[in-house]
């Protein structure tokens, strides 16, 4: 199983960015699917996650919408009015199931991260 995420960058604070996920192996993007943040000096957190139903971390929601592409096999997170405090290393995770979770020990698949960082 592999994740490859993609998209990070750098923007001004009010920009947008738009990540991507790839799934491949015995994975797929119907599977449940999120994305993970770490900022410098800070603990992974949850960001967002598809499945059944669709679920946000309160600081992103309003802003941040998570989607995919099945028959691409692709997750999307879509950032808009983008915060400096959104600066992290972004991570998309996938686990073997179709009810969400926000606990990053339910993910048992990890994609190496993407760089979001946001200039004041």
């Known amino acids: 199983v592999q994740l490859q995420a993609s998209g990070g960058g750098l923007v001004q604070a009010g920009g947008s960015l738009r990540l991507s996920c790839k799934a491949s192996?015995?994975?797929?993007?119907?599977?449940?699917m999120g994305w993970y943040r770490q900022a410098p000096g800070k603990e992974r957190e949850f960001v967002a996650t598809?499945?059944?139903?669709?679920s946000y971390t309160g600081s992103v929601e309003g802003r941040f919408t998570i989607s995919r592409d099945i028959r691409k096999n692709t997750v999307y997170l879509q950032m808009n009015n983008l915060k400096p405090e959104d600066t992290a290393l972004y991570y998309c995770?996938?686990?073997?199931?179709?009810?969400?979770?926000?606990?990053?020990?339910?993910?048992?698949?990890w994609g190496q991260g993407t760089l979001v960082t946001v200039s004041s």
């Open positions: 192996g015995s994975i797929s993007s119907s599977n449940v």
């Open positions: 598809i499945g059944s139903s669709i």
């Open positions: 995770a996938a686990r073997r199931s179709f009810a969400v979770s926000t606990t990053s020990t339910d993910y048992m698949y």
